[in-house]
């Protein structure tokens, strides 16, 4: 019985083998179509609700973590704006929890129920009643082979703490269940067989140090190839204590981690990363996941190969760095995820400390995974698998090497028609997708889906692999385990690497390993288990060196090699240090850049001659990598070879090399050590080898004994012309907080030979205007620092001093700059000269606004004539200044102004006057608005003014009745109190909203330029083709008429299938259906079991986020895009 099947086992090997050959052989060419895949139901509510993460056990069984508390009960900042800088300030879980239970303390009841919902029914408004909502893992199983699971139990819950995330990664191992939802990672088990866990323990709490954004929290839990547990963080933080004591404190960013199952060596693999949901392994033991974007204008989710060690560039703090975070972090708009083009795929001037995309790509990418072998069929070996969520999609695509990176290819669109959350490959090789079945917020739906190629579906490699993982491999042979590890199947070749391991076969995978004449996979299986092995039991001196001398350093084939290394790297091989070091010479770059970062991880004796021959190979690669490509994979990889193999001083002596790539690496190798060192590189004169330098200095931790040498390059024909540079430098004057730093700033900005930089100056005023203000909120990065001011007071005393100085310069900029941060200090400006300015036609705009405010803040004598001089200026700015000047300071005389205007006025200025009335205390104007009220309750005031006598009306006690009784006759128009929002809109502010609002974020999915923000329709045209109803309804009911091509329909056919697509065409008798693939299939309508319209656009409801003047607004600026 076992011959045969393990007769029957080879020649599926075999075959496969032959397979495999095949598929590289034609790899890349056209992408294959799905078509003949069919999806059936697997799963539906209430056996499963709000599904967001799948792992399967090896008997088949499903884990669903379902989650509740994403939109519900887990903060989000967004709706907390006011609390960023505090949620910034935290620096680990236990200052985040204090920071939840103050903000929504017992004593904050009253301030709070208007957005905290007491669903514990205490009568108390506070951050217990976060508490109430649980996440929880559901397990599911198809006991009778149907198809079709038939039995769904709660395997864990009570994961509701105030401070809970939301959960989205769970992974079976060894008998446990790892389950990770912020602020744990938990180990679940069910001890007494009834599908329910019933201990628990949590191996570390710390992750979330910040409320931030809600989803940005533990996920991805994934089996790596040398049998670690790796998962992804997202970039709400984490500061966590391993199980060895050592703290790994990243609280600003997210990254992928990884520990032995047993949870100890927990380390950071790669860091930078925003919130890579999910992320798999290719064959080979490459990482790859998609990054979320920032939700910034013009940037796009980038599809990422995560290299060990690396760094991705971003922050949490520049997430708060755009012009809608501007009342709340400070004023300041500079993101240097932006601006120093970190999102980019490589280009010229990008950071070099960081590893850049392969690829912008994606719409909120969700589930990842990477078909293990045997999933599918044949056309879809080697594909990754990418859920979109927003856009209902999910997408499929191959990588290739590219330098020491890679390339995507083959990409297109695998299945639409369901907003995935999630998918996996079950035991039987089926694709398995959880849908939400809705929109953002849990709604206690759910659908599981089986989607299968027929022709392969129960094959014999199928049947085997299901058997295998079922059964297990302990009763196997060794000699069949080595078989095992060329399984076509990845699981399968984990299987019986693990047993291998677990039996502690040392010289069987060195055997394998070396063996030339076996499947690569094998080896390179082989090599895993050596690391894995090695990680459970530490080799002695013998079986390292034996490895040593039996690794197959020189093999033909690549992806051999780079298992090679890697694997030298992580066992730490110190006598292997010639060889690695050799292979920095290799032709391939995906083996240089392993060999690199191996040699940083061998243990070498940095005094010794391997420490020199691996620097000297290191420079070597440096220079080669410069005159060719200048791969920022090759130069990450060099800098962690540097680390490894050299001291601090011996990179610091570096300073002197003439290779500036060199230099480079050296400073950002001195950058991860925290050397003070990194000081000699600060005036090279190589611009890029500079400004990473001051970047290392300065972002981040920092290195604070360098600061002051930084903030003293702030002098005459001392600042390099370079914004990254010197907004850095500026930034470091006000942290350093000394007198001299203050003087420093007030000399630039005055310096007339510094004329042409007006942003910088702009930039150290304002960084003036804050000296003294604690703590600091970095004016570059965003982070909150310590403030250390030796003289708090300064910063206003040499703006008042100097302002006159400053206005002389003529800058227009400068100069409304300057009053404006006059004004708002309480730094007296000049009224003769202020109103020169208001008078002046020459002028610009910005310059005679802001010297009319200034004017009226210090209450000038002359405030009044002036305004009343402008009430008939032909610019609507200044008038509208005047108008809410007059408004306070002599309403009768503005009363008068408005009677007499009424009748001709602009729209635009009665929606001023009419909201300058409540502040008149006039009976006629009183009188006025009183009938203007009546007319909105009788509908017969113009729309454009419905709004600002609704909210004039508020303000005035004995109307107020009458204002409530107008919003309750407005349930009576189509789109209720929102029907105002029809006209009236001013589309430069609402310009502001579209780009800006922090909970609209409507750039997030839309583009206005036509640039590809696929999530929702492009907008560029969209007044050219409709109407303002339409484009009103679409903000205030978005599923009410889905744009075309992003509405789909779901028809359930009689065989089994479930098809989505838009109809093309019907009749009668046929259904034509359009697929995401761009085919069209012709259906029998006796067919169709079931249709369906998908209702729900996955665009939130704007009544919920923006007001009606808001909606406006927005309605008013679509209109403009034409």
């Known amino acids: ?103 929504m303390a017992s004593s904050k009841s009253d301030e709070n129920k208007q957005w905290l919902t007491d669903r514990n029914q205490d009568g108390i408004h506070d951050y217990q009643d976060l508490t109430t909502i649980s996440e929880r893992i559901r397990y599911l199983k198809d006991t009778d082979g149907d198809g079709k699971a038939d039995h769904s139990v709660v395997y864990a819950d009570e994961f509701q703490e ?86 790994l404190h990243y609280p600003n960013t997210g990254g992928v981690l990884r520990m032995n199952p047993d949870g ?44 060990e060690g690396s760094d991705s560039g971003w922050r949490l703090n520049w997430q708060f760095r755009s012009e809608g975070w501007r009342r709340f972090n400070g004023g300041m708009t500079y993101n240097p995820w932006i601006a120093e083009g970190m999102w980019k795929p490589a280009h010229e001037n990008q950071p070099a400390y960081i590893t850049p995309p392969m690829q912008n790509y994606s719409v909120g990418p969700g589930g990842f995974k990477f078909n293990p072998g045997t999933g599918l069929n044949e056309d879809y070996r080697d594909f990754f698998f990418c859920v979109q969520f927003p856009v209902a999609n999910i997408t499929a695509f191959r990588t290739r090497p590219n330098g020491a990176s890679f390339a995507m290819v083959d990409e297109h669109v695998f299945h639409s028609g369901l907003m995935a959350s999630s998918v996996n490959f079950g035991p039987d090789g089926a694709f398995y997708i959880a849908d939400w079945v809705g929109k953002w917020t849990p709604n206690n739906e759910g659908v599981i889906y089986r989607l299968d190629d027929p022709a392969v579906d129960g094959s014999n490699v199928r049947k085997q692999v299901q058997r295998l993982l079922k059964d297990g491999v302990s009763d196997r042979p060794e000699k069949k385990l080595a078989e095992l590890l060329g399984h076509p199947d990845r699981r399968i070749r984990h299987l019986a690497q693990f047993e291998l391991v677990r039996r502690k076969r040392f010289q069987k995978l060195l055997s394998v390993a070396r063996a030339d ?36 350093w020189h093999d033909d084939n690549s992806h051999v090699r ?52 691996a620097r000297h190979a290191i420079e070597n690669l440096l220079i080669q990598n410069s005159d060719e490509a200048n791969d920022p994979f090759l130069r990450h990889a060099a800098v962690m070879g540097f680390i490894g193999c050299a001291t601090e001083q011996q990179l610091a002596e570096y300073v002197n090399n003439s290779s500036s790539a060199i230099r480079v690496a050296a400073v950002l190798a001195l950058r991860r050590m925290q050397s003070s060192l990194i000081g000699n590189f600060l ?36 600042l390099p012309n370079d914004e990254p540079i010197a907004r850095r430098v500026i930034s470091a004057n006000l942290r350093c907080g000394t ?36 703590p600091i909120v970095d004016r570059v990065e965003g982070r909150i620092r310590p403030a250390n001011f030796q003289n708090p007071s300064l910063g206003k005393q040499l703006i008042a001093q100097q302002i006159q100085q400053i206005f002389a310069t003529g800058d227009p900029e400068l100069i409304a700059a300057t009053t404006l941060v006059g004004r708002n200090l309480g730094v007296p400006l000049k009224a003769d000269v202020l109103t020169r300015w208001v008078e002046s036609e020459t002028q610009p705009l910005q310059n005679r606004v802001a010297a009319l405010r200034a004017l009226d803040s210090q209450g000038a004598d002359n405030v009044t004539g002036l305004a009343t001089s402008l009430l008939n200026s032909d610019n609507k700015h200044l008038r509208h200044e005047a108008i809410r000047i007059l408004a306070d300071r002599n309403a009768d005389l503005l009363w008068q102004h408005i009677r007499v205007q009424w009748d001709v006025a602009s729209v635009a200025d009665k929606q001023v006057f009419v909201r300058a009335m409540p502040d008149l205390k006039n009976s006629d104007a009183a009188k006025l608005l009183s009938s203007l009220l009546v007319k909105l309750i009788d509908r017969e005031l113009p729309p454009a003014l419905s709004l600002d006598v609704l909210q004039a009306a508020d303000g005035v006690e004995q109307l107020k009745s009458d204002s409530a009784k107008a919003v309750a006759r407005a349930e009576d128009l189509p789109f209720g109190k929102y029907s105002w929002s029809l006209e009236g809109g001013d589309a430069q502010t609402g310009e502001q909203i579209y780009k800006n609002h922090v909970e609209a974020q409507c750039v997030r999915c839309h ?22 109803a339409h484009l009103l309804e679409a903000l205030v009911r978005p599923s009410a008429k889905i744009a075309e091509g992003f509405q789909s329909i779901t028809i359930v056919h009689d065989d089994g299938r479930v098809l989505n697509g838009t109809v093309v065409r019907e009749d009668k008798e046929h259904v034509v259906l359009a697929t995401p693939q761009a085919k069209t299939i012709t259906l029998n309508v006796d067919d169709i079991v079931e249709r369906r319209k998908n209702e729900v656009s996955s665009m939130p409801d704007m009544t919920t986020v923006l007001s009606p003047m808001e909606v406006r607004d927005l309605v008013a600026y679509l209109s403009t895009l034409r």
């Open 1 to 103: 019985m076992v011959t045969g099947f393990m007769l029957t086992l080879q020649k599926v090997i075999l075959l496969a083998t032959l397979i495999i050959v095949v598929m590289i052989a034609n790899a890349f060419c056209d992408p294959p179509s799905p078509d003949r895949l069919r999806i059936t139901e697997w799963a539906r509510n209430p056996m499963v609700m709000d599904p967001v993460a799948l792992a399967f056990d090896n008997a088949g069984g499903l884990y669903v973590v379902e989650s509740a508390r994403r939109s519900t009960v887990d903060i989000d900042i967004r709706s907390h704006k006011t609390w960023l800088l505090d949620d910034l300030a935290n620096d680990d879980f236990a200052s985040m929890r204090d920071f939840f239970r103050r903000q």
């Open 162 to 247: 105030e401070f809970t995330g939301v959960a989205a990664g769970v992974l079976p191992v060894n008998g446990d269940v790892l389950f990770t939802v912020y602020p744990d990672l938990w180990k679940l088990r069910d001890l007494d067989g009834d599908d329910a866990a019933d201990g628990r323990v949590s191996l570390f709490r710390g992750f979330g140090v910040h409320a931030a954004f809600d989803g940005h929290d533990l996920h991805g839990l994934t089996i790596g190839p040398e049998g670690k547990i790796y998962f992804s963080c997202g970039d709400n933080g984490f500061s966590v204590t391993t199980k060895e004591g050592k703290r």
């Open 264 to 307: 100890s060596d927990l380390g950071v693999f790669a860091y930078g990363l925003r919130n890579v949901q999910e992320f798999d392994f290719d064959q080979y033991g490459n990482m790859f996941g998609v990054d979320n974007d920032g939700d910034l204008e013009d940037e796009r989710e980038r599809t990422v190969y995560i290299a």
């Open 517 to 552: 004449d076996a499947n690569p996979l094998a080896r390179i299986h082989a090599m895993w288990g050596l690391v894995q092995l090695n990680n459970a039991s530490p080799f002695d001196e013998s079986k390292r060196l034996a490895v040593t001398n039996t690794l197959p």
């Open 562 to 613: 780079q298992n090679c290394v890697r694997a030298a790297g992580d066992l730490k091989l110190a006598p292997a240090a010639a060889e690695v070091t050799a292979m920095l010479a290799d032709d391939i770059p995906l083996v240089r850049s392993h060999a690199a970062i191996a040699l940083g991880k061998l243990g070498i004796v940095k005094q010794s001659q391997a420490g020199v021959a």
């Open 683 to 718: 005036h090279d004169n190589d611009l890029v080898v500079q400004r990473e330098t001051v970047r290392a200095v300065h972002d981040d931790f920092s290195i604070p004994s360098q600061l002051p040498a930084v903030a003293s390059m702030l002098v005459p024909d001392g």
């Open 739 to 774: 007198d001299e730093c203050a003087q420093r700033l007030i000399s630039f900005i005055v310096d007339d030979s510094e004329s042409g930089r007006t942003t910088l100056k702009i930039e150290a005023l304002n960084t003036l205007a804050v000296w003294g203000q604690s």
């Open 1007 to 1028: 583009d206005a330029g036509g640039k590809g923000k696929q999530a929702g329709p492009v907008l560029s045209g969209i007044a050219s083709r409709v109407d303002r």
